[in-house]
């Protein structure tokens, strides 16, 4: 399974981002997806996730309200909208993948749980 990311860029306080994770190799709709981040000097943490059929979805508390994550299996896409952005959003954002569909929510915030990763896209927010 082969993940690319990219839509990130540079925004300015209080704005907004599309990020996209295009999926090719395996059946996309086998697969939860999830999104993650890591600032410069952190540990990657958990965003969004969302299950095989887009019918869940879980988010970490510091994006609850503003980031909304959805997928297009037709497109075999993940995306994430990110609104009200703020500068410690910055960080590099990857797209994960994970076949275990027995997942429930708090299952997807570990990275141990997803199989495949894609390179990161960066986003910056400036104050």
């Known amino acids: 399974v082969q993940l690319q990311a990219s839509g990130g860029g540079l925004v300015q306080d209080g704005g907004s981002l599309r990020l996209s994770c295009a999926v090719s190799g395996r059946t996309f709709s086998n697969y939860g997806m999830g999104w993650f981040r890591q600032a410069p000097g952190k540990e990657r943490e958990f965003v969004a996730a969302?299950?095989?059929?887009?019918?869940?979805?879980y988010y970490a508390d510091s994006v609850k309200g503003r980031f909304t994550i959805s997928r297009d299996n037709a497109k075999n896409t993940v995306y994430l909208r990110m609104n009200s952005l703020k500068p410690e959003d910055t960080a590099v954002y990857s797209c994960?993948?994970?076949?275990?569909?027995?997942?429930?929510?708090?299952?997807?915030?570990?990275?141990?749980?997803?199989?495949?990763w894609g390179q990161g896209t960066l986003v910056t927010v400036s104050s």
């Open positions: 994960a993948a994970t076949s275990k569909t027995y997942l429930t929510g708090t299952g997807y915030r570990y990275l141990r749980e997803y199989d495949y």
């Open positions: 969302i299950n095989w059929s887009g019918g869940i979805t």
